[in-house]
Each structure stands twice: as C-alpha cells, then as structure tokens.
C-alpha cells in the first residue's frame, strides 16, 4: 500500500513538471488582469515578498542599489589610481620584488616592463579627487563619489572573478548579492521584479560573455534571482497577451493553473511551486507595469542629454537612465554589465572609446539621482571584476588582482573621499587593503545587516555571502 502510495505522488509529480514544461514557455504571454485584482479583490491579488529579517541590525542607510559592472576589468592605472612613479619608469624592468612568484595570466614567461598611464590625471571638485583626464563628466560629480583605491580579489579569470564579486565565492552555484539583499529584506514593489539585470555591449575592447548564473539565486529559493531584462526592443519576452485570446481566459487559465499548483504544494510543500504560483501572479501586473516603465515620453530634454540617450537604444547610457527608473518604481536591485573593457592591447584607443560610452552616462545617473532625491537611499557602485597589470602586455593590460579601484556614491557613504592606496607601481594594494567580501560587509551593513547574521541553512551548513573568510566593514568610508 505503501508503495502504490508512493508511485502515485512520484507520478503525480512528474505529470506536473510536464505540464509545467509544456505551458512554461508561455509564462510571459499569458500576464494581464492581476493589475485588477485590488479593485476586484481577485483571487489573483500579488503580495509583496516579504525579507526574512524581520528586524534589522543597524539603522538602514540605503534601500536600494544600482551596481555598475564594468565587465571586463577596467585599468585602474588610466582610471581612479594615477601613478607618477610607473610614469618616470615607463619601459623599465618591473622591480622583481613585486612580481616574483606572483599569479599573472596571460604574462607569464615574458619580460615584465613598466607601462605608464597613458593619460594624464586631474583634480576633480573641492574635494580633489584625481581622476583620469578621460571622465571630465564623473569628475563633475567627484565630490558625490568615495573612491577606493585598494581593492584585491582572488580570481583572475574573468568569469570566476565576476562569480567571486557576485556570490562572495569564486565557485559558481552560489546566491548572488542582489539575491541575498531580496531573502533579507524582501523587494518594495509587486509590479516589477526585485532584482533586474540590464546588458550593453560596447565598442572599445573585447566583450567577455556574461553568464545567467552570475545573477542567480544559487541555493536561495528561485523567487530571489536576478530577472533580465532587454536593453532594446520588447524587455520581457512573451509577456504580451497571445493573439486571439481574451483578458478573461488569461484570468481563468491562470487561476486554474495556480489552483493545480496550491493543491499540489500543499502536499508536497516544495518552495519552488510558491516561486512558480508568484512568477505567473507577476507576469499579470508586469504587463501593465513594463510598458509603462519603458514609456518615456516624460522625460525631458535635459533628462536625455543628461545621459546621452533618447533611450531605448540598447547603450549603457540608455541603460542607466532605466535603472533610475527602476530605482523610481521600487525595484531592490539592478545590475547593468558594459562588456567593453578586457583591453590587452590597443589600450590607448580603446580606452578613449570605451570612457566616452559610460563618462557621461554613469555622471549622469548619480546627479539625477540626486536631484530627484533618490540618491540619499540609494547606492551606486562603480567596479569591474579586477584591474589591470602595471606591466605591458604590448600596447594593453594582462589581468591584476592585487590591487585595483572602484567607487561609490549614495546614502552612508563618506563623499568626496578617497580610501586606500596601491604601491607606487599600482600594484599592490599596500594601504588600507579592501577585499570584495569587505565591499559586501560593508554593502550588507548600509542595508541595515550584519554580514554575519544574514545565514541560510543549506546541506547542514549556514551560509552567508561573506562566506567563511575573514570580512570586516569599511567603517572609514562610512558617513
């Protein structure tokens, strides 16, 4: 008896998934009349997931967060981090002393020379920042910004790299950090995803694929991962109506399915069909949502010179200009990738290109922001995966991890400051040293959260995205 029992959930179960299989494809198209459900008090009515802290650890200083990936690994040395000391010795052997027995990609064999920054650094603001003569724009908002100029990582691969700044582990399988702030403090909107992901591609250097894990959930329950959305065209595939069919028989359908789902879960209590009952709840209200979100008729002229985009062009700056809108409606999380900067050689002409697809853009972002009172709760940050080597790789840059910059503005962060050193080389960071999982500490603490209590239980361990490694926040960069 026992065993019939047992054959019949495990068919049970399978019939589901091939159902699910089946109709899956068209999740996106059958979306629409949840965004009547609060005046019909519908069945279909979305409720906002909520975060599994119920109460925070420190006062929260941001809630929402738009990272700038810069996916390829931009040279600090023609960036955020001036070096006259590699200027003067341009050419020279790269002192031994830095480079013996240290981890090179793509240089190992060959002679080590000093390469100079190829473009000259100014101060920025009252601050003084010195940044590279290429972002006059971002300079303008220098006194917005905390630069740190010490950052290591540990992977110096591109794809473990990004998985390492992603997950706090440079093995894949891991939640992302976009995945971990939506399991601890929920998403604020039920029309939008909490977490968005946005990718361009530019001109100026090799663009290095960008793998759908690296926004992924990893062992956290689906319902937290990074969604994709299409810089150009229609954002969300198959999220319009199916031709032919009606608002009501999206409604029936739909109520049907999410029925077959509760029953089913209510036997075998699997977290996965509660992400797949809120996926088609979502779908209905993002119908109404999404066009909405994409209508920018609004905006202004000054908005659009403002980034550089009329928007809708699939560019960075079109890009970043929704990320604000996204910020506007709610949304927790969004990622924009530029694939542009893996510069191995030719890096002179292709940083020219590649600093004039986000200068103006990125400035952009962080004044608008700021204008319309954004920016106070949100945090912006600006990194790639790893730096660039000190040492010439012909007319570019192999992969360096030993110390590289990045930069943040927004709520809780210290502005017009600059944290950390590399040596006089640029290549290791020698003052105030920040490791990626000590941006994440001190990310998770602007959000209110300790780093070592936001945990998930996952084959008998507890896991947290500062992993088991020693991580500590940056309390110097904090305001």
Same mark, same amino acid.
């Given at each position: 008896?026992?065993? &019939?029992?047992?054959?019949?959930?495990?068919?049970?179960?399978?019939?589901?998934?091939?159902?699910? @299989?089946?109709?899956?494809?068209?999740?996106?198209?059958?979306?629409?009349?949840?965004?009547?459900?609060? +005046?019909?008090?519908?069945?279909?009515?979305?409720?906002?997931?909520?975060?599994?802290?119920?109460?925070?650890?420190?006062? !929260? %200083?941001?809630?929402?967060?738009?990272?700038?990936?810069?996916?390829?690994?931009?040279?600090?040395?023609?960036?955020?981090?001036? @070096?006259?000391? #590699?200027?003067? @010795?341009?050419?020279?052997?790269?002192?031994?002393? #830095?480079?013996?027995?240290?981890?090179?990609?793509?240089?190992?064999?060959?002679?080590?020379?000093?390469?100079?920054?190829?473009?000259?650094?100014?101060?920025?603001?009252?601050?003084?920042?010195?940044?590279?003569?290429?972002?006059?724009?971002?300079?303008?908002?220098?006194?917005?910004?905390?630069?740190?100029?010490?950052?290591?990582?540990?992977?110096?691969?591109?794809?473990?790299?990004?998985?390492?700044?992603?997950?706090? =582990?440079?093995?894949?399988?891991?939640?992302?950090?976009?995945?971990?702030?939506?399991?601890?403090?929920?998403? +604020?909107?039920?029309?939008?995803?909490?977490?968005?992901?946005?990718?361009?591609?530019?001109?100026?250097?090799?663009?290095?694929?960008?793998?759908?894990?690296?926004?992924?959930?990893?062992?956290?329950?689906?319902?937290?991962?990074?969604?994709?959305?299409?810089?150009?065209?229609?954002?969300?595939?198959?999220?319009?109506?199916?031709?032919?069919?009606?608002?009501? !028989?999206?409604?029936?359908?739909?109520? =049907?399915?999410?029925?077959?789902?509760?029953?089913?879960?209510?036997?075998?209590?699997?977290?996965?069909?509660?992400?797949?009952? !809120?996926?088609?709840?979502?779908?209905?209200?993002?119908?109404?949502?999404?066009?909405?979100?994409?209508? #920018?008729?609004? +905006?202004?002229?000054?908005?659009?010179?403002?980034?550089?985009?009329?928007?809708?062009?699939?560019?960075?700056?079109?890009?970043?200009?929704?990320?604000?809108?996204?910020?506007?409606?709610?949304?927790?999380?969004?990622?924009?990738?530029?694939?542009?900067?893996?510069?191995?050689?030719?890096?002179?002409?292709?940083?020219?290109?590649?600093?004039?697809?986000?200068?103006?853009?990125?400035?952009?972002?962080?004044?608008?922001?700021?204008?319309?009172?954004?920016?106070?709760?949100? #945090?912006?940050?600006?990194?790639?995966?790893?730096?660039?080597?000190?040492?010439?790789?012909?007319?570019?840059?192999?992969?360096?991890?030993?110390?590289?910059?990045?930069?943040?503005?927004?709520?809780?962060?210290?502005?017009?400051? =600059?944290?950390?050193?590399? /040596?006089?080389?640029? &290549?290791?960071?020698?003052?105030?040293?920040?490791?990626?999982?000590?941006?994440?500490?001190?990310?998770? %603490?602007?959000?209110?959260? /300790?780093?070592?209590?936001?945990?998930?239980?996952?084959?008998?361990?507890?896991?947290?995205?500062?992993?088991?490694?020693?991580?500590?926040?940056?309390?110097?960069?904090?305001?």
């Amino acid at each position: 008896m026992i065993d &019939y029992q047992a054959q019949q959930l495990a068919a049970l179960k399978q019939n589901r998934r091939s159902f699910i @299989k089946h109709t899956g494809a068209g999740i996106g198209g059958i979306a629409l009349h949840a965004l009547m459900a609060a +005046e019909n008090n519908s069945a279909l009515a979305g409720e906002l997931t909520t975060g599994h802290l119920k109460t925070l650890h420190y006062p !929260q %200083r941001v809630k929402r967060m738009i990272h700038l990936c810069m996916a390829g690994g931009p040279s600090h040395l023609e960036t955020l981090d001036d @070096k006259p000391t #590699l200027r003067a @010795k341009h050419g020279e052997p790269m002192p031994e002393s #830095l480079t013996k027995g240290q981890q090179i990609a793509q240089l190992q064999g060959r002679a080590l020379n000093c390469f100079a920054p190829q473009f000259e650094f100014k101060k920025f603001g009252a601050s003084g920042q010195s940044i590279s003569e290429l972002f006059p724009q971002i300079g303008s908002v220098a006194d917005d910004l905390c630069i740190i100029r010490s950052m290591h990582t540990d992977q110096i691969n591109h794809d473990p790299a990004h998985t390492l700044f992603n997950t706090g =582990s440079g093995n894949a399988g891991r939640p992302s950090m976009g995945a971990w702030l939506l399991y601890g403090l929920g998403q +604020e909107t039920e029309n939008l995803p909490g977490y968005v992901v946005l990718t361009s591609v530019g001109k100026g250097g090799q663009a290095q694929p960008i793998a759908a894990r690296q926004w992924h959930s990893g062992f956290l329950p689906s319902r937290y991962q990074g969604v994709q959305f299409h810089a150009s065209g229609a954002p969300v595939l198959y999220l319009n109506r199916p031709e032919g069919v009606t608002m009501s !028989q999206q409604e029936s359908l739909v109520g =049907s399915i999410n029925q077959l789902n509760r029953q089913f879960d209510s036997v075998v209590d699997d977290p996965e069909i509660a992400t797949r009952i !809120q996926q088609y709840e979502m779908a209905f209200r993002m119908q109404s949502s999404v066009p909405e979100l994409m209508d #920018l008729t609004g +905006e202004t002229k000054q908005t659009f010179e403002q980034y550089g985009t009329q928007g809708g062009d699939g560019t960075y700056a079109s890009n970043c200009l929704l990320a604000r809108r996204l910020i506007e409606k709610g949304v927790r999380f969004v990622q924009l990738y530029h694939r542009a900067w893996d510069h191995h050689g030719g890096i002179k002409r292709s940083m020219e290109i590649t600093a004039d697809e986000v200068d103006r853009a990125t400035a952009g972002l962080i004044a608008d922001l700021k204008e319309r009172g954004l920016l106070d709760e949100t #945090l912006v940050v600006w990194s790639g995966e790893f730096g660039r080597t000190p040492m010439a790789q012909g007319s570019g840059r192999d992969h360096h991890i030993k110390g590289f910059s990045m930069f943040m503005a927004g709520g809780g962060i210290k502005p017009g400051f =600059s944290y950390g050193n590399t /040596d006089e080389f640029g &290549y290791n960071a020698v003052e105030n040293p920040v490791h990626v999982r000590d941006f994440h500490a001190t990310m998770l %603490r602007l959000f209110g959260i /300790d780093h070592h209590k936001l945990t998930y239980k996952f084959q008998g361990l507890d896991f947290k995205l500062t992993g088991v490694e020693e991580a500590h926040v940056v309390e110097e960069v904090l305001s």
